[in-house]
């Protein structure tokens, strides 16, 4: 095979990659509390076109649980109380897939939380802010921007915004939004063929 065959082949297999994948975004922006404060009622939260999860506070306002209908689930650690598991939370720029979702998975109907009879465990009993991660019935992987407050024996997250990968089981980079778009890989590629275009020029008249 020649090496030129390589060197363009490299460039369209990127550019097909990045054509064919998509990261879709959606707003939340919506701020609740649970722990000594009047208890929330059961809330529907839409995640655009990845569907939808619930917000319920369970048996009172010492809980504080998240659930996916189906067979979705959040990312969540090894930590739990009461058989309730608390969620995973992801840093700016990590990967979000099959090889780094939480420690333990949910199974259908189960409630992940960030409060049980007003306690809090792992990084949910310090003020902070993250990404939740989450995983669709449809397969597609996703992350829910947040900041987290604690105070006293009270908890409070805003949802920020989000954003999921439209390609089953693809992986999504925690925090981004966007992916380069086609029009901008073109004009990346087009730069390559007229470097190489120039250079075989040069090559001939050097000779």
């Not at 310090?126 to 024996?153: A, K, N, Q, V």
């Not at 009270?154 to 925090?175: F, P, Q």
Request: proline content about 3%; glycine content about 12%; overall charge negative.
């Amino acid at each position: 095979m020649k090496i030129k065959n390589i060197f363009w082949g490299i460039p369209l297999a990127l550019f097909c990659t990045f054509a064919n994948a998509g990261i879709i975004s959606f707003t939340i922006n919506q701020t609740f509390s649970q722990g000594g404060v009047t208890d929330l009622p059961s809330t529907t939260i839409s995640l655009g076109g990845a569907g939808s999860f619930i917000l319920d506070p369970g048996f009172s306002g010492d809980y504080f649980d998240f659930m996916f209908p189906n067979s979705g689930t959040f990312s969540t650690t090894s930590s739990e109380i009461e058989g309730y598991y608390f969620l995973d939370s992801y840093s700016l720029g990590e990967t979000l897939g099959i090889g780094n979702f939480g420690s333990h998975i949910s199974a259908i109907g189960d409630w992940d939380t960030i409060l049980v009879s007003g306690l809090a465990d792992s990084i949910w009993e310090t003020s902070h802010s993250g990404y939740l991660g989450f995983l669709t019935e449809d397969s597609l992987y996703g992350w829910i921007d947040y900041t987290f407050t604690r105070t006293d024996l009270t908890s409070t997250i805003t949802l920020l915004n989000g954003a999921y990968s439209d390609v089953a089981y693809a992986d999504i980079l925690v925090g981004v939004s966007e992916i380069p778009e086609p029009s901008s890989l073109a004009l990346f590629f087009m730069g390559i063929l007229g470097f190489s275009v120039w250079r075989r020029r040069k090559m001939n008249t050097d000779i």
